[in-house]
């Protein structure tokens, strides 16, 4: 059974949190005074739209390309379902020319703020996934440093939430509220 039967999937389309829409009845939001333009504020290197999208969906772990056509690249990982494949659909997208990568989803790394774990899961029925060299043919939980094979292409897992951290801990204290 699927472990994410029940769990919301990431959205790419987010609502543009600049942009203000009038509603019927309300007045214009057009600043009446000539005034000089105002540029938006960068806070180290980060816009304000780009720094809002990364607290809506922090990074919990990332996937480092060791092997493969990609060598070199990271990938970033969020809550939830973080499906992996080479289509525009994949959460985490391996577009760098392995064919052997499935298209559409070939497997999906889940991070559960609930037990603070992990998991594999395969998508693509016949979709090639090996762990540590051996064969994933269901769920299985993921440990630090394990070796993700999919087509030529190896990952290796880094996890920056578990056990000992996760976003959802109030800051000051270190508990989850």
Known sequence: MPLFRNMKRHTESAPDPTRKIKQ????????KSPQKPTQARETRGVDSRSRESLLDNPVVGWLAVTAGPG??????????????????????????????????HHAAIIYSSKTRHFYLQPREEGARI???????????????????????????????CGVDFDWSQDAHTGCTP
């Open 71 to 104: 060598r070199g690249q990271v990938l970033t990982l969020g809550y939830g379902i973080n499906e992996i494949g080479r289509g525009v659909e994949a959460r985490v997208r391996l577009d760098f020319g392995d064919d052997a990568v499935e298209r559409g």
């Open 130 to 160: 090996a762990l540590d060299g051996h064969s994933v043919q269901e769920t299985t939980e993921l440990k630090p440093g394990q070796t993700l094979t999919l087509g030529r292409t190896q990952l290796r897992f880094t996890p920056l």
């Open 24 to 31: 019927p009845g309300q007045r214009s939001f057009r600043n």
